[in-house]
């Protein structure tokens, strides 16, 4: 993978007349683990099993370089396989609009089965797509479609693989697949409602294939701490890691998902200037911080935090969310700082997704006029949420599957004994 990753940085480099063509392996805009481990996966694929003369394909990573940092589970596999972050293809690398102009673009769409409407001027490019998403896309006989609602992309990349070149499977390859898969299907757990027949075959037979593979329990719990990892992260990091953003009339209000307790996270250093900062720089008047961590039995817990330079912003955006409906059930909470109203959430079930409503209601009582939301396919100034991230609402919303409360104290208990 090394090698076939160092001939795309030097065709990247080296094409600077522009004529080289590409065949580009795109993951969608959120550039979850899925989606990377799947356009790297597919690449390679081609590059291995396709004539020279066709063209070159290119794993392209949907983001800025800088932003990567911010997909910490995807850092921690690439560590763990021993790739080269700096060897990736990312989004500004090239540009993909020029490339379709003059003719020298394919598309394989992986993990998305539709370009977001940002990128549609590049649908003449599509030749193929892989996807487990709800389809979406209308047929054409000129674009082949595989989409199948498994549990993880990887799971039909890993099909394509093991039918159709199976020889190229190694040790660093059948790593990033399995860790996607195991990761993606909330380790193979039925009662977490994400994994199918499809997904625990082909898991099984990577295992199989390759027995030094990381024990799944072990990697499932390495890659979800990794997912949740924040302490690497500056507080304006943190802040772009899961956010969104609602607009109207003269007020933009942010939505940011921390992942600590408010506790801890009230207790950064310069954090009144970094909030005021991150709002200015932005154009924020309102930053809503919704905290998400775990107690001892392994639950989920929510605080949230209601920032503003505007004393009149603050108050009627707490109230609203005091008041709103479903509740989310608020009791204050000591704030060490005069802009920052903080609050215990007794609605551990209501994640950002039920905020959102909350947050748009009030901004619609306040102006004549429908609410903008931003953060999804409209905004590229920050990557979008990520699945599984306990933040819109998904199977890890109620916590860890029961029956892996008890596997991941073990793990715990071995850390510290270690």
């Not at 037979?205 to 949740?228: T, V």
């Amino acid at each position: 993978m090394e090698s076939f990753l160092t001939s795309c940085q030097d065709l990247l480099k080296g094409n600077g007349d522009g004529s080289q063509r590409f065949h580009v392996v795109l993951g969608n805009e959120a550039c979850d683990l899925d989606s990377m481990v799947s356009a790297l996966a597919y690449a390679f694929f081609l590059f291995k099993t396709q004539p020279s003369d066709k063209p070159f394909p290119l794993p392209m990573l949907n983001l800025v370089q800088s932003d990567l940092v911010l997909r910490s589970d995807s850092m921690f596999l690439l560590r763990q396989c021993g790739l080269d972050p700096d060897l990736l293809p990312f989004r500004e690398q090239l540009d993909l609009r020029r490339l379709h102009r003059l003719g020298l673009l394919q598309l394989t769409l992986v993990d998305h089965n539709v370009l977001p409407s940002s990128d549609s001027d590049l649908e003449g490019a599509v030749v193929e797509v892989i996807d487990h998403h709800l389809l979406e896309r209308d047929p054409s006989p000129s674009c082949p479609v595989t989409v199948e609602t498994v549990g993880s992309c990887a799971t039909l990349v890993t099909e394509r693989i093991i039918q159709k070149a199976a020889d190229i499977l190694d040790q660093q390859l059948a790593l990033l697949l399995y860790g996607t898969i195991v990761l993606d299907c909330v380790n193979m757990a039925p009662e977490a409602g994400k994994v199918t027949p499809k997904d625990s075959q082909k898991a099984a037979l990577l295992e199989a294939r390759f027995p030094s593979l990381p024990p799944r329990g072990a990697l499932f719990q390495s890659l979800q701490n990794a997912k949740f990892d924040v302490s690497g992260l500056s507080t304006r990091q943190m802040l772009r890691k899961d956010m969104k953003a609602v607009a109207e009339g003269d007020l933009n209000l942010a939505i940011s998902v921390i992942y600590m307790t408010l506790e801890e996270f009230l207790q950064r250093a310069d954090l009144d200037q970094d909030l005021s900062s991150f709002c200015h720089k932005h154009g924020y008047d309102v930053l809503i911080a919704m905290t998400i961590a775990f107690n001892n039995q392994q639950q989920p817990f929510r605080q949230l935090a209601v920032y503003s330079h505007s004393a009149l912003y603050r108050e009627e955006v707490s109230q609203a969310l005091e008041d709103g409906r479903p509740s989310l059930s608020l009791r204050p909470m000591s704030s060490p700082y005069p802009r920052v109203n903080a609050y215990h959430q007794g609605n551990a079930l209501a994640s950002r997704k039920k905020l959102l409503p909350i947050v748009k209601d009030f901004l619609r009582g306040r102006e004549v006029g429908g609410a903008c939301l931003q953060g999804d396919e409209e905004d590229t100034q920050f990557p979008p949420t990520p699945m599984n991230s306990l933040v819109e609402g998904c199977p890890l919303d109620a916590g860890l599957p029961l029956a892996m409360n008890a596997l991941q104290e073990k793990f715990s208990k071995m850390a510290d004994t270690r």
